[in-house]
């Protein structure tokens, strides 16, 4: 992981509960602080993700080249019939 140093801040209280993190779980500000934005990234590339996909939604349930295959969704024909047996 290729770390770049920013310089950033923070209110008081929260510099404090930060430090305080950091302390009881024996890690640095700045790794706590990495892992909070990386949650924070996380969790809105999911959101834009599912946003996205709401907006599809529409043209999936009723374009019928994306739904020919729907029909498949709950066939095993990725197993053979080996598998079948054990």
């Known amino acids: 992981m290729e770390l770049q ?3 950033l801040l923070l209110e008081k209280s929260q ?12 890690r640095s500000l700045s790794e706590i602080v990495r ?7 996380r969790y809105r590339q999911r ?3 599912m946003l996205a996909a709401q907006e599809l939604q529409a043209d999936y ?3 019928p080249e ?3 295959f729907s029909a498949l969704d709950g066939d ?5 019939a080996e598998d079948e047996e054990e």
Not at 19 to 26: D, F, L, N, Y
Not at 76 to 80: E, P, R, S
């Open 61 to 63: 349930n009723t374009d």
């Open 15 to 26: 510099h404090e509960m930060l430090s305080k993190i950091a302390r009881e779980e024996s």
């Open 47 to 49: 959101r834009q993700m």
């Open 5 to 7: 140093r920013t310089q």
């Open 76 to 80: 095993d024909f990725l197993y053979g």
């Open 35 to 41: 892992e909070m934005i990386g949650r924070e990234l």
């Open 66 to 68: 994306l739904t020919a």
